[in-house]
């Protein structure tokens, strides 16, 4: 499956980018939305992309060449919890909007290799660049208490205890080494009455926490956020896409506290939600919330 980006209408309505102005993707993935943005700001807008996957940096390189528009592309293999240092250090300057979409792009989950999904048999991996530890580390490392509360404050898993100690029970005499091997100790945790649809739902939410703490994806948000209304000019604006109510309430309550501040003016009243052709189109776009701020 290719990557097919989401809300890319409403990214380009929100943040309403024009000719000469110059942006910031946080998360450049497979290029969809950046692609869309240097279109509405030649012919001399530029656009800074940032991206943990190098991989995504490499394909976006390659594109940018055949259209032509590399000179208008400053690409950083990175984490987006460096954006305030890699603005200055590339000194990219005005800034009239930045993206961040928190979403996993299709090749990620499909080709990483790296055990994001739990419908593939690979090593427990998980990481976005190279550094930290592995979910594998997590898992094998982790006390009873501390698994139980990745699961239930990043997964909102009400059944956060049982998986715990499924995990720590089994991890005496096993290494929980691949995917399978946590998806078979999850649905042994749980009630066995559970249909098909409701495993696969535990499953998703126990894979998630494990993601966010791997990554430390929260406080990542949190910093990406107040770093990236420092660096807007006047007037610019900030899209963030979530895809889970963790990541959606976070966005909510900065925006609120910023607009009690008098520095941003909240563009949407409500998060934004894909459209039913979208989602026919793309199963994932179904759980994604876009909210978007003004600088004042």
């Given amino acids: 499956m290719s990557h097919v980006s989401v809300l890319l209408k409403e990214v380009i309505q929100y943040l309403s980018p024009k000719s000469n102005e110059n942006f910031i993707d946080c998360t450049l993935g497979a290029g969809g939305h950046s ?13 800074l992309g940032i991206d943990l996957n190098k991989g ?54 499909e080709k990483s290799r790296k055990g994001f999904s739990f419908q593939k048999n690979e090593f427990l991996d998980m990481r976005f660049g190279q550094e930290g530890l592995t979910a594998y580390e997590i898992i094998s490392q982790r006390s009873h208490l501390e698994l139980e509360k990745i699961f239930k404050d990043y997964g909102e898993e009400k059944f956060s205890k049982e998986i715990a100690y499924g995990i720590t029970r089994n991890r005496r005499h096993q290494k929980i080494r691949t995917t399978s091997d946590l998806v078979k100790i999850i649905e042994q945790s749980i009630p066995h009455n559970f249909s098909k649809k409701g495993k696969i739902k535990i499953n998703a939410r126990i894979f998630q926490a494990l993601r966010i703490a791997v990554n430390n994806e929260l406080e990542n948000l949190k910093k990406v956020l107040t770093e990236g209304v420092n660096l807007l000019n006047h007037n610019g604006r900030i899209v963030i896409i979530s895809f889970h109510s963790i990541e959606d309430r976070i966005v909510k309550d900065f925006f609120r506290q910023k607009k009690q501040e008098n520095i941003l003016k909240i563009l949407t009243k409500k998060p934004i939600l894909s459209l039913p052709e979208e989602i026919k189109i793309n199963q994932r776009s179904r759980s994604a919330k876009l909210r978007a701020a003004l600088k004042i």
């Fill in 35 to 47: 692609l869309a943005i240097l279109k509405e700001t030649q012919p001399n807008g530029k656009l």
């Fill in 56 to 109: 995504a940096i490499d394909g976006f390189n390659r594109k940018s060449q055949d259209l032509k528009i590399k000179p208008r592309v400053n690409l950083r293999n990175d984490n987006f919890f460096n954006l305030e240092k890699i603005a200055i250090k590339n000194n990219f300057f005005p800034v009239d909007g930045i993206l961040v979409d928190l979403g996993l792009s299709s090749d990620l989950l």
